[in-house]
């Protein structure tokens, strides 16, 4: 049954509708302070972010010494990152770095975050985090100085391989051809382990402990434990270590000046190294700007997918 509108029906349904009015009012009014606040980090990120890598990829399409005239190439400097050995040889070297940034921090990282979880209630387990900490709070330049010291022709790993014997294996483990980019790898894995492992461990923290005890219940050893319960339930940690660490290998720069400087002639010579030298060295700019184009989209191409992968499992 149909009610009759009356004269004051007009009247409430305007009162009805200012409250809505002022939230929406208020809503936009919120919206607006909410951009203001991030316009600062807006704008920095844009000058400092967006328009190096607009210029970036113009400049990439020129012939450019950083001063004078800048002719047109088109995709020349690509073409010769792609065919020039010494500039190929870089992205080989980057991705042979994964391997030691990458697959041993990851490896190594869950063994001993495992490890650690198993005597959490010792000192030892404190002393371990400690240590495993220090490469993360110790600046890259000192430590790669310190690595340079350590594996010298007179350095202390060679006194050790002496000291057991094998003083047919010693040598300048970082000025060697066959030695010198492993030797690099094994430095960015040392500085990578700590994260790894601290991560691993937060993940474990989350874990469930009667998951453990059900498996024991049923007969499962530690080995077991592990890659039936721990390793699953820390399927984005491992997907955010593999990012990090990945990242850090193809971006590689500061280890690698500081104890190589690319070298013995180009075996330690990476993406990042190599467009600074073409750059403020050679002053080929053109070239230095393709080389980097091609970094990022090596970086994007091998970091989606581990994000994705990673999205899905955990979905």
């Known amino acids: 049954m149909s009610v009759a509108r009356t004269a004051l029906d007009p009247v409430i349904d305007s009162v009805d509708d200012q409250p809505r009015a002022a939230k929406g009012t208020r809503r936009r009014g919120g919206q607006w302070i909410a951009w203001l606040f991030a316009a600062p980090a807006l704008a920095a ?80 387990a404190v002393v371990a985090r400690t240590v495993l900490f220090i490469p993360q709070v110790i600046p890259l330049v000192a430590a790669g100085i310190a690595w340079s010291w350590l594996m010298s022709s007179s350095g202390l ?39 790894c492992t601290l991560l691993f461990l937060a993940g474990m923290s989350k874990i469930d402990p009667a998951l453990y005890e059900a498996a024991r219940i049923d ?39 500081i104890v190589t400087q690319g070298g013995p002639g180009n075996t330690t010579m990476v993406p990042g190294l190599e467009i600074y030298y073409q750059a403020f060295v050679e002053r080929q700019v053109g070239v230095a700007s393709a080389l980097a184009v091609v970094l990022v989209v090596l970086v994007l191409v091998c970091v989606l997918p581990i994000q994705r992968l990673t999205r899905e499992e955990s979905s």
């Open 45 to 124: 990120y844009t000058v400092f972010v967006l328009v190096p890598m607009a210029r970036t990829v113009q400049y990439s399409f020129y012939e450019w010494d950083g001063i004078g005239a800048s002719p047109w190439v088109g995709f020349d400097n690509y073409v010769r990152v792609f065919t020039d050995p010494e500039l190929s040889g870089t992205i080989v070297n980057a991705f042979e770095l994964i391997v030691f940034f990458s697959g041993i921090p990851v490896v190594m990282g869950l063994a001993i975050a495992s490890t650690i979880r198993r005597i959490a209630t010792s000192r030892l």
């Open 157 to 195: 790993v060679n006194q050790l391989l002496s000291s057991v014997g094998l003083d047919g294996v010693t040598r300048a483990w970082l000025g060697d051809f066959a030695t010198a980019l492993p030797a690099v790898g094994v430095i960015g894995a040392w500085v990578l382990l700590g994260l």
């Open 219 to 257: 007969g499962a050893g530690p080995l077991r434990e592990f890659f039936s319960i721990t390793v699953p339930s820390l399927r984005q940690e491992i997907g955010v270590c593999v990012t990090v660490t990945v990242i850090a290998a193809l971006a590689s720069f500061d280890i690698v000046y």
